[in-house]
């Protein structure tokens, strides 16, 4: 039997794809089938994107007003200027004039030291942390909450001292040394902090 040349079958395949109208409309339909499950797919997609979105715009606003009613530290980001412009007009009690100043001294991380000078008369009024320390469990140096709760937000965030340095650095403001960090790092490794719960 004498073998049929590949030439012969080839040109009969090519005719049978171009005249076959069977085998072009399934390929439309499996192809017009698949754009519309990738449409309905994508249309889920974005109602769970937008019910994602709400819920968290609703945890978020529950947060809050939890933030509101817990009773523990909790932290705001002031301008130093705008802080300072509160006292502009106020009356020191001993001279009656309105110089008092606040003065910033030293800094421990984002914890500063702040003094209530009156420019007359030179009578320190006042003398505070922005951030109380946390209980002493040791003989080591007690650090302040406000330390303890940013390096554990940006451990949380896979940062570390370099993303405290980005933060500082579009914020304009004093960074924390990576001494501080680390020491902070080290003793909640050990777990001898145990912070409440914000939430």
Excluded at 25 to 46: D, G, K, P, R
């Amino acid at each position: 039997m004498p073998r049929t040349k590949r030439k012969n079958k080839s040109s009969k395949l090519s005719i049978q794809k171009r005249w076959c109208t069977e085998t072009k409309t399934e390929n439309n339909m499996e192809i017009s089938e698949h754009n519309s499950n990738v449409a309905q797919h994508s249309s889920a997609n974005s109602i769970f994107k937008n019910e994602r979105v709400s819920m968290q715009e609703k945890s978020v606003l529950e947060q809050e007003n939890v933030a509101d009613t817990y009773d523990g530290p909790s932290y705001i980001i002031v301008d130093k200027n705008a802080l300072c412009d509160i006292f502009k007009y106020t009356f020191c009690g001993s001279c009656n004039q309105s110089t008092l100043k606040l003065e910033f001294g030293h800094k421990y991380g984002f914890s500063h030291q702040l003094k209530l000078v009156c420019k007359t008369c030179s009578e320190q009024k006042m003398e505070s942390f922005t951030s109380s320390r946390l209980e002493k469990k040791s003989n080591t140096s007690t650090p302040f909450d406000v330390n303890v709760h940013a390096v554990q937000a940006f451990l949380a965030i896979s940062g570390g001292h370099a993303s405290v340095e980005k933060f500082c650095m579009f914020l304009n403001m004093p960074l924390m040394s990576s001494k501080t960090f680390n020491e902070i790092n080290a003793t909640l490794t050990q777990c001898t902090l145990l912070l409440p719960k914000l939430c």
